[in-house]
Protein backbone atom coordinates (compact mmCIF):
# COMPACT_ATOMS: atom_id res chain seq x y z
CA UNK A 1 0.00 0.00 0.00
CA UNK A 2 1.48 3.17 -0.64
CA UNK A 3 1.89 5.41 2.14
CA UNK A 4 -0.10 8.79 2.10
CA UNK A 5 1.36 12.00 1.70
CA UNK A 6 0.52 14.93 4.17
CA UNK A 7 -2.19 17.04 3.43
CA UNK A 8 -1.33 20.52 3.10
CA UNK A 9 -3.54 22.95 4.66
CA UNK A 10 -3.48 26.95 4.34
CA UNK A 11 -3.93 28.94 7.43
CA UNK A 12 -4.92 32.44 7.40
CA UNK A 13 -4.24 34.53 9.90
CA UNK A 14 -7.05 37.78 9.94
CA UNK A 15 -6.23 41.60 9.76
CA UNK A 16 -7.30 41.73 13.31
CA UNK A 17 -5.27 38.86 15.14
CA UNK A 18 -2.01 40.15 13.43
CA UNK A 19 -1.02 41.91 16.67
CA UNK A 20 -2.33 39.25 19.10
CA UNK A 21 -2.99 40.35 22.19
CA UNK A 22 -1.77 40.47 25.52
CA UNK A 23 -3.06 38.63 28.52
CA UNK A 24 -1.50 38.75 32.12
CA UNK A 25 -3.50 36.84 34.00
CA UNK A 26 -5.71 33.33 32.59
CA UNK A 27 -9.15 31.77 34.17
CA UNK A 28 -9.36 28.07 33.28
CA UNK A 29 -12.79 26.53 33.72
CA UNK A 30 -14.18 22.98 31.82
CA UNK A 31 -16.97 20.74 31.27
CA UNK A 32 -17.28 17.59 30.90
CA UNK A 33 -16.61 18.09 26.76
CA UNK A 34 -14.53 21.02 26.78
CA UNK A 35 -11.89 23.35 28.53
CA UNK A 36 -12.52 27.26 28.42
CA UNK A 37 -9.51 29.13 28.79
CA UNK A 38 -10.32 33.04 29.43
CA UNK A 39 -7.17 35.60 28.96
CA UNK A 40 -7.44 39.08 30.72
CA UNK A 41 -5.51 41.84 30.93
CA UNK A 42 -5.62 43.32 35.01
CA UNK A 43 -4.33 46.35 36.08
CA UNK A 44 -6.13 47.09 38.52
CA UNK A 45 -8.84 48.54 39.61
CA UNK A 46 -9.97 46.86 36.32
CA UNK A 47 -9.30 44.27 34.09
CA UNK A 48 -10.66 43.04 30.27
CA UNK A 49 -10.69 39.94 28.55
CA UNK A 50 -8.60 40.12 25.50
CA UNK A 51 -9.68 36.41 24.29
CA UNK A 52 -11.35 33.06 25.06
CA UNK A 53 -10.22 29.91 23.88
CA UNK A 54 -12.70 26.55 24.18
CA UNK A 55 -10.98 23.18 23.58
CA UNK A 56 -11.89 19.25 23.39
CA UNK A 57 -9.93 17.62 26.42
CA UNK A 58 -8.38 15.87 23.58
CA UNK A 59 -7.37 19.05 22.09
CA UNK A 60 -5.95 20.38 25.86
CA UNK A 61 -3.99 17.74 26.64
CA UNK A 62 -1.81 17.92 23.34
CA UNK A 63 -1.84 21.78 23.95
CA UNK A 64 -0.49 21.24 27.79
CA UNK A 65 2.33 18.86 26.02
CA UNK A 66 3.53 21.11 23.66
CA UNK A 67 3.68 24.29 25.93
CA UNK A 68 5.84 21.61 28.13
CA UNK A 69 7.98 20.90 25.44
CA UNK A 70 8.44 25.11 24.59
CA UNK A 71 9.07 26.18 28.13
CA UNK A 72 11.67 22.71 28.42
CA UNK A 73 13.50 24.25 24.93
CA UNK A 74 13.27 27.82 26.05
CA UNK A 75 14.75 27.51 29.08
CA UNK A 76 17.34 25.23 27.64
CA UNK A 77 18.27 27.98 25.46
CA UNK A 78 17.67 31.16 27.29
CA UNK A 79 17.91 29.98 31.36
CA UNK A 80 15.62 29.60 33.62
CA UNK A 81 11.79 31.13 33.96
CA UNK A 82 10.77 32.27 36.84
CA UNK A 83 7.08 31.64 37.96
CA UNK A 84 4.94 35.39 37.97
CA UNK A 85 3.48 36.01 41.20
CA UNK A 86 -0.27 35.26 41.77
CA UNK A 87 -2.17 38.86 42.15
CA UNK A 88 -3.62 39.56 45.54
CA UNK A 89 -6.66 41.31 44.45
CA UNK A 90 -9.64 39.77 44.08
CA UNK A 91 -10.96 39.40 40.60
CA UNK A 92 -14.86 38.87 39.35
CA UNK A 93 -16.63 38.86 36.13
CA UNK A 94 -18.90 42.21 35.10
CA UNK A 95 -21.21 42.39 32.54
CA UNK A 96 -21.88 45.54 31.14
Do not use: W
Not at 39 to 51: E, R
Not at 72 to 93: D, H, L, Q, T, W
Amino acid sequence: MAQQEPQKIEVKLPDNLIGGVYSNNAVITHTKEEFIMTFLMVSPPTGIVTSRVIMSPGHMKRFIRALQENVKRYEGNIGKIEEASVPKAKMGFKTT
